[in-house]
């Protein structure tokens, strides 16, 4: 339903009989009027246009309409709307001066109010955002909520400025916790949900410790069970949202709730089935669209919690990750895969069986490198294995291998391991080993090891052997393993030579490692030293070795990190698990370390004259063994106790072993530290989840439209001012004359210069340039929508000097609501009260025609616009408003049936000033295209031209230029033939400009 808003000509008087019409819509008129007196110009009369759906009032205009009577209030506005409008000026080429400048503004603006401050913020955003700066844009969000922290700023405002898509896709999350608080505990929680998918539609990163502010929410209201259910509906309508499954982050804790209320739709017995149903087909139809890491995450909710009565869906859903992996290459997701094939071959050997044409190909497809062969033989064995254990009589090896062919290799036939599965012990020896390995530590392990300690070269063996001592101490390897790998590295270590080991023929072995002095008796004490760990091998991470106690750092885990860096060289913000700024904190902290580039670096500068135990100690007993894992402090091996590393290190820096602080138990990550709230019922999947949002920002009811502005009661009838004549001069100049007299003064009384009456004239004059722009706009923008001006509204306006100067010499036609081809064409002359207008046509046959409804016509609409160029020159006249000479280029003939022409696409230009180029053009701009809308009256039609102003990788970056285009009112391409050539001229036109703008310059 449309909120009608009245559209209206006023007719403004000033005390010396100047006369200015403005176009101004109804919500704006009471900020308006204020604006005009202050510029000495009063309402005489109204005259109504149209009824157009209702706009927001500009910024800072709509300041003037809170206090009409309060002129200090005015003055306020005045004097921080100028310097509002310069800092908003420097947005496109000084971005942070323009932040700045905003910075200054808002104690000026606080003067007038916190919502006035609020409000400035909101405007510095949404100025951002049209230029394509979503960082200066996310800054000045950031900016209101710490003032909303310290000033009293409206709720409603606040939440407005969260949930409208004007100020970004997805708030900062410090404004989303102010507007929540502000709102109330019933709001706020319904403003994080619609914030929380918002986020998740949009697929950026859900901020850390949004479920804990969900349940802390929750938990504040007077039902929590009722509000956890509400919680949980809201995560289940985002079940079809690809943002829930991004791989890592806060959206793995919205995983787990929805991991849990998966599992609880099969115990529910009224909504569970449908619930099911719902988010499977939501769940089918954006399949198509995740990668392997998304897909993956998918099987990881509804593996744990979907019993064996309904596996379609997770068939559907592992048969979409093997074709993901057979174009992508995802160990993570390769566990998940495999996981939910010994899963559907558990509970499910009826459809494999059904579906192994599909799956065998696109097992031989997912696992068609000559690495992934020993993890594919040890996947079909299991599975095999595991339809066997159901049903004796069927192998699913052979009705795999016969629908792939050749393309699978054999099933492995070497004994299964004592704990878990062929496929996890060939996972944890392919984290740790190359491929080659992979297969021959197999054998190994199915033979004597003193046949594959023979086979080895002696550089070869002590390599292997120090990479299976990595696979012992990593804790996810399975234990029997882990006794294996030892044995089997004791054995391909004892025999060795240290005269054969090397560091080039180590090097030559394996090109990944590094060693300076590889030492096969250091490796046999880092056996019997990891053979006595085996039951607490968690201990050997890094993130678990004890602490020195440092001057300076009361945070253990801060001193770990000082130890670690000093043990490893250097160490990596990233695979710490920490950030720069933590560093950049540990390095002003402690002299013995130094932060750089998310790097913690030793300084050796603060252990100068001391004995350094730690470097003798780390240089043989200590590596890092690159992994296919992600970058992180798994792939580290120790052939010493961390304590004795702790202990070297704090005898260096002159700090007693005594200290040492032993890390606490490390927490299970997979655990929402805070658990939820448990509802009893299972909810319906919620696609509104800010619905309670309308108690506290109710919809607006349409309306009729605002009244008409009647005659302003204050309207001046004397030029008198103090005894003197006011009255301007030839060229628009305000003169003074003395009451009685005939000759102007030089000098202006100071009883006239002070009063306020005189004052807002000079104010008004001021204002003239920019009531010109104003009425270029008014006029341009009838000739493009083909509206005609009724005889009324003619007559007001060429009572304007402005539009008058504008209007004259200009082609109308006196038929404008005919179709087809304008007819009854003339260039309008002159004009009189009792006569009306006098017009010249093409035959020079002047006449005068009265007051009558005409239109202004747009030059592509005339059949013939050299005739008229011609009559121009034959009276010497030129136009002020540009009509005959606009550029008239459209699309190329070619393009005419196609829905994008790219005619202006390929320009290099600067993206920022192209954007902020485009929104003086009248066009939306911000992320994505720049939009511009167009009605044409002449033939009831609405389209919106398109233009792609390009994508660089920063907002200040050089961009090329694409397409363009036309939509209809719902989204649909339109081709140029279905669009009027006038609209098509003007879209392009405004663009060819901006372009010229945007041009980069040499420097």
């Not at 085996?534 to 750092?553: C, K, N, V, Y």
């Not at 509802?679 to 009729?704: E, G, K, S, T």
Request: charged share 25%; net charge neutral; glycine share 6%.
């Amino acid at each position: 339903m449309i909120d009608p808003e009245a559209v209206f000509l006023v007719r403004l008087r000033s005390l010396v009989s100047t006369v200015r019409v403005v176009e101004v819509r109804a919500d704006a008129w009471p900020a308006r009027r204020v604006v005009e007196q202050h510029e000495g110009y009063f309402a005489e009369d109204a005259l109504p246009l149209r009824i157009e759906p209702r706009q927001e009032v500009p910024f800072p205009l709509r300041l003037h309409g809170d206090r009409p009577d309060d002129a200090a209030h005015h003055e306020r506005v005045r004097r921080a709307s100028r310097v509002y409008l310069r800092a908003t000026a420097l947005a496109e080429a000084r971005p942070r001066r323009a932040e700045q400048a905003f910075q200054a503004l808002e104690a000026l603006f606080e003067e007038i109010g916190p919502d006035a401050a609020a409000s400035m913020w909101l405007e510095a955003a949404r100025t951002f955002l049209a230029l394509g700066d979503e960082e200066h844009a996310a800054r000045s969000l950031r900016r209101l909520a710490r003032l909303a922290r310290r000033a009293p700023v409206s709720a409603a405002l606040l939440v407005a400025a969260v949930t409208s898509p004007r100020y970004g896709a997805t708030p900062p999350g410090e404004l989303v916790d102010v507007a929540a608080e502000r709102a109330g505990p019933d709001a706020g929680l319904s403003l994080r949900l619609g914030v929380l998918r918002r986020r998740l539609e949009a697929g950026t990163d859900v901020p850390p410790g949004t479920m804990a502010a969900l349940t802390s929410a929750a938990q504040a209201l007077e039902d929590p069970a009722a509000a956890a259910s509400r919680i949980d509906a809201a995560l289940l309508g985002c079940f079809g949202l690809a943002g829930t499954w991004a791989p890592a982050g806060e959206a793995s804790l919205v995983r787990a709730r929805l991991g849990a209320l998966w599992a609880r739709s099969f115990a529910s017995n009224d909504l569970g089935p449908r619930v099911r149903s719902d988010l499977a087909f939501a769940l089918r139809a954006m399949l198509g669209d995740l990668d392997a890491s998304r897909l993956a995450a998918v099987l990881d909710v509804l593996l744990p919690g979907s019993p064996s009565d309904d596996t379609s869906l997770l068939l559907d859903v592992t048969r979409r990750l093997l074709g993901a992996l057979a174009r992508e290459r995802n160990a993570s997701a390769e566990d998940t895969c495999i996981r939910a094939l010994l899963h559907l071959a558990h509970v499910a050997a009826t459809n494999l069986f059904d579906h192994a044409d599909e799956i065998g190909g696109a097992l031989a497809d997912a696992f068609d490198a000559t690495a992934a062969r020993p993890l594919l033989a040890a996947l079909l064995a299991d599975l095999d294995a595991a339809v066997r254990r159901v049903d004796p009589s069927r192998g699913l090896d052979d009705a795999l291998r016969r629908s792939a062919g050749a393309r699978l290799c054999p099933a492995e036939t070497t004994p299964p391991p004592r704990t878990g599965t062929r496929t996890s012990r060939v996972r944890s020896l392919a984290r740790w080993l190359p491929a080659p390995l992979v297969a021959a530590t197999l054998a190994a392990l199915a033979a004597p090891a003193e046949q594959a300690a023979s086979s080895a070269s002696p550089a070869l063996a002590f390599v292997w052997a120090l990479r299976l001592l990595g696979l012992a101490q990593d804790e996810r390897t399975s234990l029997d393993l882990a006794e294996d790998a030892l044995s089997l590295a004791d054995a391909l270590t004892r025999p060795l030579d240290p005269h054969l080991v090397t560091p080039s023929a180590v090097a030559a072995a394996d090109p990944t490692l590094h060693l300076a002095h590889p030492d096969p008796a250091a490796l046999l004490r880092g056996l019997a030293f990891s053979r006595a760990s085996l039951a607490d091998r968690a201990s050997l991470r890094p993130e678990r070795w004890p602490a020195p106690a440092l001057p300076g750092l009361s945070d253990p885990r801060d001193a770990r990190f000082v130890l670690l860096a000093w043990s490893l060289s250097s160490l990596d913000a990233r695979e710490a698990g920490s950030h720069h700024l933590a560093f950049a904190r540990i390095a002003d902290a402690t002299p013995l370390v130094r932060a750089g580039a998310g790097r913690l670096l030793p300084s050796p500068l603060a252990l100068r004259g001391v004995s350094s135990s730690l470097a003798r100690l780390t240089s043989t007993n200590l590596l890092r063994i690159p992994t296919a894992d992600e970058p992180s402090l798994r792939d580290v091996v120790l052939l010493c106790s961390p304590r004795d590393l702790a202990e070297a290190f704090a005898r260096d820096v002159g700090v007693s072993p005594r200290f040492l602080a032993d890390a606490p138990p490390s927490a299970p990550a997979n655990l929402d530290p805070s658990p939820p709230l448990v509802p009893h019922d299972l909810p319906l999947p919620d696609l509104d989840p800010a619905r309670p949002l309308a108690a506290l920002l109710p919809r607006r009811i349409p309306r009729d439209p605002a009244p008409l502005p009647a005659c302003d009661p204050a309207l001046p009838r004397s030029a008198v001012i103090a005894g003197h004549v006011v009255s301007l001069g030839p060229r628009g100049e305000l003169h003074v004359t003395a009451e009685g007299g005939k000759t102007p003064l030089r000098r202006v009384p100071s009883a006239v210069r002070k009063d306020e009456r005189y004052r807002a004239l000079v104010r008004g004059r001021r204002a003239e340039r920019a009531r010109r722009h104003e009425a270029v706009r008014l006029l341009e923008d009838r000739m493009i929508r083909a509206a005609p001006l009724h005889a009324d509204e003619l007559a007001w306006l060429l009572d304007d000097p402005w539009c008058a100067s504008l209007l004259r010499h200009l082609v109308i036609t006196t038929r404008p609501r005919d179709p087809g081809v304008p007819r009854d064409l003339a260039l309008l002359w002159t004009w009189e009260r009792t006569r009306g207008l006098g017009v010249v046509p093409l035959d020079y046959d002047a006449r005068w025609i009265g007051w009558t409804e005409v239109e202004l016509v747009h030059p592509a609409r005339l059949p013939d616009v050299a005739a008229w160029r011609a009559l121009l020159g034959d009276l010497g006249v030129k136009q002020e408003l540009p009509q005959l000479f606009r550029d008239l280029r459209g699309v190329p003939d070619d393009e005419l049936e196609s829905a994008e022409s790219l005619v202006l696409a390929r320009r290099l230009v600067d993206a920022a000033a192209l954007r902020r180029a485009l929104a003086d053009e009248g066009f939306c701009t911000g992320p994505g295209l720049a939009t511009r809308s167009f009605v044409y009256e002449s033939g009831g039609q609405s389209v919106s031209a398109w233009f792609d102003a390009g994508s660089p990788p920063w907002p200040r970056d050089a961009a090329f230029s694409g397409a363009f285009g036309f939509c209809d009112p719902n989204g649909a391409p339109l081709p140029f033939s279905a669009v009027p050539r006038a609209l098509v001229c003007e879209a392009r036109a405004s663009i060819e400009r901006a372009l010229a703008r945007a041009a980069p310059r040499a420097r």
